[in-house]
């Protein structure tokens, strides 16, 4: 027999004991007891601001002790305070907070930006003191019946306020009026007293290049939480006077070892940057990706400098383009900004690929730099200087287009091809590395690829780290500046007949780590859209090759076959038979844009090679699925290529003749 639950009578609540008149009170006494307590234990700003903080942290201290007699006497603790009371309290603790939160962000933000806010600063100072001296006026003391000492120590913190005056301290103001006469003179292109400069960086603490690292660092930090262009200006102004400064006085120490890229806080260089986030064509990170007519996507801005030169075919599968319009990908510009945030790196929208953590770089400090750095290369200093140096051009040739112009404008390329030498890569590789790294960051001003291209030994020198280069580093540096400079229609066409070029980045590709592989691929299929470098790649190998890498890297091995295919002779679709095994597997698993080529470079096949092949493709396993699998989920041209497929192997079935196997 089942049994019943018990079911238990409804327990009676104990009412809950009703909290006593202070309880609330001395929660809010013991929080201002804490953050009086916190901002004791703060210490006093270094460099600017001093009296005004020390003034804030001894109060605090005084207040503490207050607060901690009146808690402990059991006489305060058994009143009730009035509501009066309470809001005194309560805003005490609000002004508090507020004084903490201004003397950490001073501590912690930038000294040169600090500096140039010294008035608005000194005045938050003095109107929070106000605000204290107004609340302690109130102060409702009698209540709590406290003792003489705690009366004294509250009048004196009462005082201590009253003499406080809206002032700046005299030696900060003249630093701040000696700052801006520096910068003045930098706008108008004259070089500072390096004495001068020197003797303002060590009154802010900057006494050194590490020191100077970490202001430029939180400058640039500081720029991206303002919001008035004005304000930006400024701290831009800021970063260039410190770089500058840094070079003229402290000699680069921190770019002498042998990794510079990792001595820097986290950037966006730091990072190795996901191949579906970069734009085919500069293999940066995209920052306002669009859609060409091919369903490719790449940046906006390197797609229209495409165009621009007179290109109406798509990049990456040479595919001619119905249309120039441009389609914003924002699916993907919210995976980018969402990969940035994990990241920790700023992501900038449309226009900001010219900058580098979102910093523009300021003109005039710029070119002073420049100039100071180019002028050091050309005395042969050693070669530890030398990389220093180099590294520092390369930074700045990241930075954006006016720092290009400015390093080339200077003199720079010929004085950095001595450092792409073989016996320089063997013996010093990390300058080597920076010397060809620079030369790719120059390349993507239109100017200076004209300048690298015609500069006696500047291309040479490119070509030789490609094809002996002392890293796998410098090697695929290289072949991203090829990339960049191939760009260019005439250029393409003048590099594509260069046998060192296309044996360096095939064995690059052969031979190269990932990354090296990826570059070096990718250039290959940038030359590829000259039909007469076609057959030179063809010669070379270039089917055996990726076919060899497909499985590593699908994407741009099916590109390069489709545009060998399509733009090859007899002896391109005769390599390409072996491969059609792997680009079925492709069609069946790789990504949507490889399927969408791997189609593409199949119907190519079939249409030159005729009824051979698409015998070959019809028996196949499953082919007749995996065709259906891309045309139902495919993209637009993937479907339209697979359905072509279809046809052929369905013609070839019904034993139509050769020539009417695939329709155009």
């Known amino acids: 027999m089942a049994v019943s639950p018990r079911v238990l009578p409804p327990r009676k609540r104990r009412p809950s004991p009703s909290p006593s008149p202070t309880s609330a009170d001395l929660n809010l006494m013991n929080s201002l007891l804490c953050l009086s307590q916190e901002i004791s234990a703060l210490k006093p700003l270094q460099c600017l601001l001093i009296g005004k903080s020390h003034s804030a942290i001894n109060k605090s201290k005084l207040l503490a002790i207050v607060f901690e007699e009146l808690l402990g006497d059991p006489v305060s603790n058994a009143l009730s305070p009035s509501s009066s009371t309470l809001l005194c309290f309560e805003e005490m603790y609000i002004v508090l907070q507020r004084m903490k939160t201004l003397i950490e962000d001073c501590s912690n933000g930038s000294k040169m930006w600090l500096l140039m806010q010294i008035p608005h600063l000194a005045n938050s100072f003095h109107e929070l003191t106000l605000e204290l001296s107004t609340l302690l006026d109130i102060f409702p003391l009698q209540e709590f019946d406290p003792s003489p000492d705690v009366e004294e120590l509250l009048g004196l913190v009462r005082r201590q306020c009253t003499k406080t005056k809206p002032s700046v301290d005299p030696k900060d103001d003249f630093l701040r009026r000696d700052v801006l006469a520096l910068l003045d003179l930098i706008k108008k292109e004259i070089v500072p007293d390096h004495l001068k400069l020197k003797h303002i960086l060590e009154n802010l603490g900057l006494r050194d290049n590490s020191s100077c690292v970490e202001e430029i660092e939180s400058l640039q930090s500081e720029i991206r939480t303002q919001i008035d262009e004005k304000s930006k200006s400024e701290i831009v102004s800021l970063i260039g006077l410190v770089r500058y400064a840094r070079c003229v006085l402290f000699g680069f120490g921190s770019s002498t070892t042998e990794k510079p890229d990792h001595r820097r806080r986290k950037s966006l260089s730091d990072l190795t940057v996901p191949v579906d986030l970069r734009c085919p064509i500069s293999l940066e990170l995209m920052r306002d990706p669009v859609v060409v007519a091919s369903g490719q996507t790449y940046d906006r801005k390197s797609i229209n400098q495409w165009f621009e030169s007179g290109h109406n075919t798509c990049p ?337 079935t019904a034993g139509v003749g050769t020539n009417e196997v695939v329709d155009s």
Not at 318 to 331: E, F
Not at 363 to 381: C, G, Q
Not at 557 to 580: C, D, F, W
């Open 316 to 652: 990456k599968t040479g595919q001619a383009l119905a249309h120039t319009n441009l389609i914003p990908n924002r699916t993907l510009r919210n995976l980018i900004a969402m990969w940035c945030r994990q990241q920790r790196v700023p992501f900038e929208s449309v226009g900001s690929n010219d900058k580098v953590n979102g910093v523009k770089s300021n003109f005039e400090a710029t070119k002073m730099t420049v100039s100071f750095l180019v002028d050091r290369l050309s005395v042969s200093p050693s070669m530890e200087v030398a990389n220093a140096v180099v590294y520092e051009l390369r930074a700045l040739a990241k930075m954006d287009s006016d720092n290009r112009a400015c390093i080339a404008e200077a003199g720079a390329i010929p004085i950095l091809v001595r450092y792409l030498a073989s016996d320089v890569g063997s013996e010093h590789p990390n300058l080597q590395v920076n010397a060809v790294t620079t030369f790719l960051n120059l390349s993507i001003l239109e100017a200076n690829k004209t300048r690298i291209m015609e500069i006696d030994g500047a291309l040479n020198g490119v070509i030789e780290v490609l094809r002996s280069g002392a890293t796998w580093e410098a090697k695929g540096n290289a072949a991203a500046t090829i990339f960049s400079l191939s760009g260019v229609h005439e250029y393409r066409k003048r590099l594509g007949t260069t046998t060192r070029v296309i044996k360096g980045l095939m064995d690059l590709a052969e031979d190269g780590p990932t990354n090296s592989k990826r570059d070096a691929l990718l250039t290959i299929l940038n030359l590829a859209g000259d039909r007469e470098t076609v057959g030179r790649l063809v010669e070379g190998g270039v089917v055996e090759l990726v076919t060899g890498v497909i499985n590593q890297l699908p994407e741009e091995a099916v590109a390069i076959l489709e545009a060998v295919v399509k733009r090859g002779g007899p002896a391109a679709i005769t390599a390409s038979h072996n491969s059609i095994k792997k680009l079925s597997v492709i069609l069946r698993e790789g990504s949507n844009t490889a399927r969408e080529s791997a189609a593409a470079t199949l119907v190519a096949i079939c249409r030159k090679g005729g009824s051979e092949v698409v015998a070959e493709l019809a028996t196949m396993p499953s082919m007749e699925r995996i065709i259906w699998e891309v045309m139902g989920t495919g993209t637009t041209r993937a479907r339209q290529k697979a359905a072509t497929l279809l046809r052929a192997i369905r013609r070839w």
